[in-house]
């Protein structure tokens, strides 16, 4: 039986990257701020109660990592590769990802908030509750993903991809989804503007558009048949 394909990522990471930074080098650049971290991988590392304060990762793997309550905002992200990591309470707000792998992660409750997002795969995660709230993202895609109650309140979205992922419940309001195909999705209990101009030119299913049409208050008759 053939190996499930991979989503095409982002992250032009070197194939087969060493680890060339120990655990305890990694802590003390951070610890001097705005350090920056290039050529290396990371496998089973495990941080928790940390602050990058604003450093910069170039051409980064994260294999197996974990991470908790570990503060990544103000940093830039280049290159880098998250496989099968764990966030618990982080942030990576006002930070700016540039082609950005996030491969079978747990991430619920992660925040991008007003961060800038260009080139960045999300594949096979759970991100419950993750807050996008005034973000930017320009070539986001997002393949089997938990995306439950996320916070993508104005946010600005560009050539963004979606595919069978579960965003039930989630908060869109003042954001558009024109272009976006959202009809593999699980949009129920969307949260939109009470005139869901955000779901304007977004692609649904007939089954969806049914249940969208409750929010405008229209009952669609089923046919009756003799």
Known sequence: MPLPRRTKG??????????HVPREVLLALLEEGEARVTGT?????????VSTGGAAFENVAFHGCAFERV???????TDVLFSGCRFVGCSFAR??????DFR???????SFSKSRLTGVLVEDGQFGYADLAEATANRLRVVSTGLAEANVFSARLSHVELDRCDLSRA???RTSLSG???????ISGIRVSSDVRELRGALVSASQAAGLARLLGIVVKEDEWL
């Open 10 to 19: 982002f992250a032009q990471v070197t194939p087969n990257l060493g680890a």
């Open 41 to 49: 991988s990371f496998s089973g590392l495990e941080l928790s109660d």
């Open 71 to 77: 503060d990544f905002s103000r940093g830039t992200l």
């Open 95 to 100: 930070s700016w990802l540039n082609r950005v």
């Open 104 to 110: 079978s992660c747990s991430a619920p409750g992660l």
């Open 171 to 173: 908060t869109v309001a």
């Open 180 to 186: 976006i195909d959202l009809s593999t999705c699980d």
